[in-house]
């Protein structure tokens, strides 16, 4: 019998997708903060002469080593709030940086060089908590943001309140649509049905931005460059020219130019740069080579970035858990999705890559989150040949549960009960 889903059901899923998937330049956590700091700035009127910038230990650990986009390579997190703060558009969201040039920059080194900077861990226990306080000429404007990377919780202006949103903060998503709506069931419904008009606007996006930072990681020496370096072995013939190896370069690259500072915009999924590349770009190279209409291609998009939202919506925003494991599940059951596979065989196969690879931890924002997402892009196209072969892994195998459903709620509670002390141990170990 062919689920039916309604006309609100439709609209509520359609929304979750445009808050979930959108532009980007940077990885969003230091992207974050300097979004913050312009916010905080705009507030306070005048060019700050400090900035305190408080951050969880998740932000801290997402942020400290990567290298943020237009800095001239820089990295750190006093340098993404100095550069939001001195010359960020507190308008443009998650793109607040990226008109800044090498001039700006000279200004933002001179404002670090004076230490004007000064970063502080938070006394909570958010993963997603950043608190931007801007300091000039006496006076001092906060700017609090929870669980989101744009949510702006709180404005205080030299103690008077003048914004106060408050939200669950045990609850990363009180702040944004019910997505218990959500099942692989409904999304793969949706993939094969949905009017075509109504997504292919956001993944033309998807295509072109992502795509364009991929090719980019290919052409130009970023981190590792383990992209490249895996297309370089199947051009000497070390590799096999096969699908499996070209989805997996594609897509690291695309990382490794994201990781390595490129001032490129990606279309993120769930808060990140990397989960939308990932969601995406192995898709989108499967449908090329694969000679696969763009329609097609949309609607197995669709399939792969809802289904990210899903897995990762148990696992949280922010956790020990890599993320890119998550959409590498969802990869997995879009590649049986694309070869005409039923709901169960796609079922089966996200299943099996959860299985597989729901042991990667999470330790910041850096160039091997490239090598990572090379190793999920691999699991993913076997957790598929599998299902695609009637195997799936069995409840009595680990963390499976009797169905899909549960076993992803099984990695939740793994990521968010199982793995806070791994969480911490990770953030001593880097601190240190």
Known sequence: MSLIINREEEQLILKIMEEEIVPAEGCTEPIAIAYAAAKAVSYLGKRPEELIINVSGNILKNAKSVVVPNSDGKVGIEVAGAMGALFGDPQADL?????????????????????????????????????????????????EIKHTHTNITKVIKNGEVIIDQPCNDNDFNSSLIDRSIL??????????????????????????????????????KYGVNIGAAIQKNIDKGLYGDDQRNRSASFTAAGSDARMGGSAMPVMTTSGSGNQGMTASLPIIKYCIDQDIEKEEMYRALFMSHLSTVHVKTNVGRLSAYCGAMTASAAVSGTLVFLEGGKVENVKNAITNTLGNVSGVICDGAKASCATKIASGIYSAFDGAMLAQMGSVLQAEDGIIGDCVEDTIKNVGTLAKEGMKSTDKTILNIMSN
């Not at 001179?110 to 970063?119: D, G, I, M, S, T």
């Not at 958010?126 to 404007?141: D, W």
């Not at 409904?186 to 931005?209: G, P, Q, R």
């Open 95 to 143: 793109m607040v940086i990226s008109k800044i040039t090498s001039d700006d920059m000279n200004v933002v080194n001179h404002f670090l060089e004076e230490h004007r900077a000064k970063v502080k861990l938070a006394d909570n226990n958010m993963t997603l908590y950043i608190n931007i306080e801007a300091i000039a000429q006496k006076e001092c404007v906060s700017v």
């Open 183 to 220: 099942s692989i069931e409904k999304i793969y419904h949706l993939a094969k049905n949905i009017e075509i008009e109504k997504i292919e606007k956001i993944f033309e996006k998807v295509f072109t931005y992502n795509s364009r930072i991929a090719s980019e990681g290919l052409a130009s």
